[in-house]
Structures are given as C-alpha cells and as structure tokens.
C-alpha cells in the first residue's frame, strides 16, 4: 500500500496481536498511533491512503487505557503534604516510579495541613503532562482541612477548619491558590458548605464528600449545589444505617439531578473495605466507582515508620495506622493490586475492573474525551498486561516510558 504522509510525516506505529479494550469490552483489533493520539485506521486507509511505518507484535497482551489515581498522598518516601526544598524532585520521583504500576496521571493528594504548608507546596505543582520523566499531573487534590472532627480519621485535629462569614475567602486564604487544584474532599453538614460547594464547581473544581458525619439529605443537598465525588467510601464517614444511610445512600439515592452522576472512590487494597462492602457499593452503582490508592509515603519501602503530613505512622504488613493508635491512615497498596483485588473480590469482568481505574477517573475529572479510554483521537495513553492484570508495558503519549524487566528498569 502506497504511503502518502501529506497529513503528516510523524512514523505510524501498529501495534498488532492484542485484545484492546474499546467500548467496554476487549476486542482483537490492532491499536494505531501518531504523535500521541489514537488513530482511526479506516481514515488512515481510505483518506490518507497511508500504512504503517513500525509494527509491534504485542504477543497477545491486553492493551488498556491507562490508569489514573485521584488520591495518592506519596510513595517511595516521598511525602507530598510535607514542604521540602527539594519537593519537585520528590514529585518527580513519585510520577516516575509509578509508572510500573500502570498509572498514567495522577492527582497528588495533600491531607489536611497549616496553611503555611499550602502556601509553600501548591506554588511548586503544575498540571503537565506525561511522558518519559514520569506520570501527568492532572491537578492537585486537597483532601480537607474543611471536614468533621469525628471523622479526621488520620488527618490532625489541630489544622481542621470551619467555615467562617466569608467562607469561600476562608478557603482561599487557607489555599493560598486554586490555580492548580482540581478536587477539593470537604464534609458538607459544614455550616456554609453549600456555597463552597458552588462556587469551587463554579471554578470547574471537582467536590468531593468526605471525612464526613453528613446525613443522606445533606449529602443530597450537597450533589445538588454540584458535588460528584465521594471520597474513600465507607471510610470516615458515618456507617451505613437503614434509616439514614449517610453518604452511603448517595449510591442509590432518587434526589440526584437528571445527567448527573455521582462517582465515589474506594480503596480496594483488602484493608480499607471488607470484600462484601466492595461487593455491595459495586453491585449498587457499578458505573459510579473509582479505584484509588490512597497512597502514603510508605508505599514501596518497607514496613518502619513514616509521615503522613502532620501525623507519623507506622506499616505494619499492609496496615498502616497512626503511631500508638489503630486509626487507618492510608494505604501502601499500588493501583494495579487494587484493580487485581477489585477483580478478585467483586468477580467482575476484566473490563469492568480496568475501567474502574481508567474510564471512571477520566469521567469523573470530565477528561474522558483525552483519557482513559482507548477511543479514536484519544492520547495514547495505555498499558499491556498479562492475562492476569499484571502491567508488561507503560505508554503514554504513544511512548514507551517503562517495560517489565527492561535494562535499567
């Protein structure tokens, strides 16, 4: 077949032996690529009259989008909520060992801090994007301080804050900067909550509910002011009751608006939530979950003490909880044990365990038409794995930025 690159000179690559996972189901098609974005090969056949320039036998992998983590707190020793004069570099180092985990983008994650803390660490993180150096940065996710006292869970009591006259100047002064931001995790039976809510989704800001002694109707009252996101369900907020099933109710509840869709994390690491909860949330609204890692600083070293923020704790195996007490606090879990687990756990289909990690994060950011799916113009952001959900291979942007077992890897 003729090449005519009229459209465009960069090399097209083809990526051939695989099962792609398109419109929610893997099918044995060829993946095409140019200068990052998918390619729809019967444009490139019938318009361009064009052919591909390197072919790829990918050995029957499973090639999927790749995965995005909403709540990750650090890794590696790094700790993004503690102001360091090198904490570029550790962000860095966090993007680039993440790689091998499958994660593509992710939003760094501060937990509640002073707001000198903000003030010195949010000027230092930009959106950009991925490549080689190590994962995108879809925008920071600032995980309180407006939340209950009887919910803080692993965030410190001292720094917890309230919404004053001006709240939506409370918050700013406490930020210091919404420039780079893109969740902010609040409790909404905060008096004031609700033009908060407003005006951070007014910013194209994602509201998230958490750290939370919310009844179901303030929780409602919250989706309608624009909140979509539930932050770690289960999870420091009021147990599930039948007569006011709390935030939980969310999942099933007939008050949301029409075309709107509430998403809510959870970490399937076998700690955070028992195999029948995860069980329950996804046979309730299966389309609203979004896997996350919550991932502490203590990801990937070995059991010992270390930060979260404010607060020391200590691993214990895959527990991790605050020094002297058994308050959970994080996880040290990898994106790809919790989709493998959530597999496991929930007997859904592979599918449904990868978009959990990719489609449903991309959905809930409304960055679904570039991310986290394989469709036609999307960037090439994905991953091969072994039957068995093990990551082979990371791309983003249509290159290779890690491999199993590769020299220097």
Request: aromatic share 6%; net charge negative.
């Given at each position: 077949?003729?090449?005519?690159?009229?459209?465009?000179?960069?090399?097209?690559?083809?990526?051939?032996?695989?099962?792609?996972?398109?419109?929610?189901e893997l099918q044995r098609e060829d993946l095409w690529v140019r200068e990052g974005k998918i390619l729809n090969p019967e444009k490139l056949f019938f318009d361009e009259k064009a052919s591909a320039d390197i072919q790829?036998?990918?050995?029957?992998?499973?090639?999927?989008?790749?995965?995005?983590?909403?709540?990750?707190?650090?890794?590696?020793?790094?700790?993004?909520?503690?102001?360091?004069?090198?904490?570029?570099?550790?962000?860095?180092?966090?993007?680039?060992?993440?790689?091998?985990?499958?994660?593509?983008?992710?939003?760094?994650?501060?937990?509640?801090?002073?707001?000198?803390?903000?003030?010195?660490?949010?000027?230092?993180?930009?959106?950009?994007?991925?490549?080689?150096?190590?994962?995108?940065?879809?925008?920071?996710?600032?995980?309180?301080?407006?939340i209950s006292k009887e919910k803080k869970g692993a965030h410190p009591e001292r720094c917890l804050r309230t919404f004053e006259a001006g709240a939506f100047q409370d918050l700013l002064a406490t930020y210091g900067s919404?420039?780079?931001?893109?969740?902010?995790?609040?409790?909404?039976?905060?008096?004031?909550?609700?033009?908060?809510?407003?005006?951070?989704?007014?910013?194209?800001?994602?509201?998230?509910?958490?750290?939370?002694?919310?009844?179901?109707?303030?929780?409602?009252?919250?989706?309608?002011?624009?909140?979509?996101?539930?932050?770690?369900?289960?999870?420091?907020?009021?147990?599930?009751?039948?007569?006011?099933?709390?935030?939980?109710?969310?999942?099933?509840?007939?008050?949301?608006?029409?075309?709107?869709?509430?998403?809510?994390?959870?970490?399937?690491?076998?700690?955070?939530?028992?195999?029948?909860?995860?069980?329950?949330?996804?046979?309730?609204?299966?389309?609203?979950?979004?896997?996350?890692?919550?991932?502490?600083?203590?990801?990937?070293?070995?059991?010992?003490?270390?930060?979260?923020?404010?607060?020391?704790?200590?691993?214990?195996?895959?527990?991790?909880?605050?020094?002297?007490?058994?308050?959970?606090?994080?996880?040290?879990?990898?994106?790809?044990t919790c989709v493998r687990h959530f597999l496991e756990a929930t007997g859904c289909s592979m599918e449904t365990a990868l978009e959990a990690a990719s489609l449903h994060p991309a959905q809930l950011l409304g960055i679904?038409?570039?991310?986290?799916?394989?469709?036609?113009?999307?960037?090439?952001?994905?991953?091969?794995?072994?039957?068995?959900?093990?990551?082979?291979?990371?791309?983003?942007?249509?290159?290779?930025?890690?491999?199993?077992?590769?020299?220097?890897?």
């Amino acid at each position: 077949m003729p090449s005519n690159k009229s459209v465009s000179d960069a090399p097209i690559f083809q990526f051939t032996n695989c099962r792609i996972l398109r419109n929610h189901e893997l099918q044995r098609e060829d993946l095409w690529v140019r200068e990052g974005k998918i390619l729809n090969p019967e444009k490139l056949f019938f318009d361009e009259k064009a052919s591909a320039d390197i072919q790829l036998d990918c050995k029957d992998s499973i090639i999927a989008p790749g995965f995005i983590d909403v709540q990750i707190n650090g890794g590696f020793g790094v700790d993004f909520s503690l102001a360091t004069d090198d904490f570029k570099s550790g962000i860095d180092l966090v993007g680039q060992k993440i790689l091998s985990h499958g994660v593509t983008s992710f939003c760094p994650t501060l937990v509640t801090s002073p707001p000198s803390v903000y003030h010195q660490i949010l000027p230092q993180i930009s959106v950009r994007n991925g490549g080689a150096h190590g994962a995108g940065i879809l925008g920071v996710h600032l995980e309180g301080p407006f939340i209950s006292k009887e919910k803080k869970g692993a965030h410190p009591e001292r720094c917890l804050r309230t919404f004053e006259a001006g709240a939506f100047q409370d918050l700013l002064a406490t930020y210091g900067s919404l420039d780079c931001v893109r969740i902010v995790t609040l409790a909404p039976e905060m008096k004031r909550s609700s033009e908060v809510i407003r005006e951070l989704t007014k910013r194209g800001i994602c509201v998230s509910l958490g750290h939370s002694v919310a009844n179901l109707s303030q929780a409602e009252e919250a989706v309608q002011q624009g909140a979509t996101f539930i932050t770690h369900l289960f999870n420091a907020m009021l147990p599930f009751h039948h007569r006011d099933p709390g935030i939980v109710g969310l999942l099933t509840s007939d008050k949301i608006p029409a075309g709107r869709r509430v998403f809510y994390g959870m970490i399937s690491d076998g700690i955070h939530t028992n195999p029948a909860a995860l069980r329950i949330a996804h046979r309730a609204h299966p389309k609203g979950l979004v896997l996350v890692t919550d991932a502490i600083a203590g990801m990937g070293l070995a059991p010992g003490r270390h930060t979260l923020g404010q607060q020391v704790v200590e691993i214990d195996g895959l527990n991790t909880y605050i020094a002297g007490t058994k308050t959970l606090s994080g996880s040290v879990a990898t994106m790809d044990t919790c989709v493998r687990h959530f597999l496991e756990a929930t007997g859904c289909s592979m599918e449904t365990a990868l978009e959990a990690a990719s489609l449903h994060p991309a959905q809930l950011l409304g960055i679904e038409h570039e991310k986290g799916t394989l469709n036609y113009d999307s960037d090439a952001d994905f991953l091969m794995l072994s039957d068995s959900l093990c990551v082979q291979a990371t791309y983003i942007a249509g290159e290779e930025v890690w491999r199993r077992n590769a020299p220097g890897m």
